[in-house]
Every structure is written in C-alpha cells, then in structure tokens.
C-alpha cells in the first residue's frame, strides 16, 4: 500500500515511478489473496508442497472478509497448533471446522472471533463485523487516493 505514495516522494511526484507502484500493488492484491485458501481435492502450495491443517489442533479461528463487485467474500482463516493456516471458503470446509470445534474439549478450545463465530453456526450475515470491514476498507482507499493526489499536487 505504501510502494506508490513512497515511491512518489522519492522521485518528486513522476508518474513513471508511481503508476508502476501502483500497478504492481494491485498485481500483489490479486495474487495474494486466494494463495491460502482451500482448493479441492490438491492441497498444495504454490511451492508444491502439500499442506494440511490438523484439525484436531486448532488454535485460531478468524474471519477475513473483503468486498468486491459481487459483495462481500467471506474467508474463515484456521491456523493449527504446528503453525500452518489455511483459508475455508466452501460449506463442506466450514462444516469440518464446526465439527472440529464440537469434537474439542472444554479445556483445548482454539481462540474463535466472534465474527468466525456468527459465519460459523448460521452461515448468515455477521453485519457487527461486515459494516466496519466494510468502512475501514472505504476508508482506506479513500486516505490512499488523497495521498496520491496530493502528492500529485505537491510537485
């Protein structure tokens, strides 16, 4: 987020340092966002190495949600005891976590956001987590292109 507006100060406000940060910012957030979550029935990583999450030892459990033209995406992010995160986007992944979660002990229970929580037993609109999401996010790009346009200005 920071490559175009730093990439401008440092080169005076020149397009043909900012344009190119930019356009590699929006490559990144194409590329990165569907790297962890789950694609049947290859588990694997972009290195090729297949990963797996133990979902007897879960630790964490959030929901990550961003917004495009169709709406909102909603990922349930779960990480593992040995580290490895994985992001559910299908009913049958978010039916196993539920599962795994049931089956846990009272003492072992993994940290579950409430939003996680919400998506998790109705499957319905967790609206205390969306609408903030979704403001933060507004937000951020509206800073982001005041940023751009004033230092556009300031050369």
């Given amino acids: 987020v920071a490559l175009p507006p730093t990439a401008g100060v440092l080169t005076g406000g020149s397009p043909v340092a900012t344009v190119p940060g930019f356009l590699a910012l929006l490559l990144v957030s194409a590329?990165?966002?569907?790297l962890c979550e789950g694609r049947p029935p290859a588990r694997r990583t972009t290195t090729g190495s297949v990963r797996t999450v133990d979902l007897?030892?879960?630790?964490?459990?959030?929901?990550?949600?961003?917004?495009s033209?169709?709406?909102?995406?909603?990922?349930?992010?779960?990480?593992?005891a040995h580290g490895v995160r994985l992001g559910i986007t299908t009913a049958a992944g978010r039916r196993a976590v539920r599962r795994a979660l049931e089956r846990r002990p009272a003492g072992a229970r993994p940290r579950v956001s409430r939003a996680a929580r919400a998506h998790l037993d109705g499957g319905g609109r967790p609206a205390a987590h969306t609408?903030?999401?979704?403001?933060?996010?507004?937000?951020a790009v509206c800073a982001y292109v005041f940023t751009l346009v004033r230092i556009g200005h300031a050369t």
């Fill in 56 to 67: 007897t030892r879960l630790t964490d459990v959030r929901l990550w949600t961003t917004f």
């Fill in 131 to 139: 609408v903030p999401v979704f403001l933060a996010q507004v937000t």
């Fill in 69 to 80: 033209c169709g709406g909102p995406q909603r990922t349930l992010i779960v990480r593992d």
């Fill in 31 to 34: 590329v990165a966002n569907p």
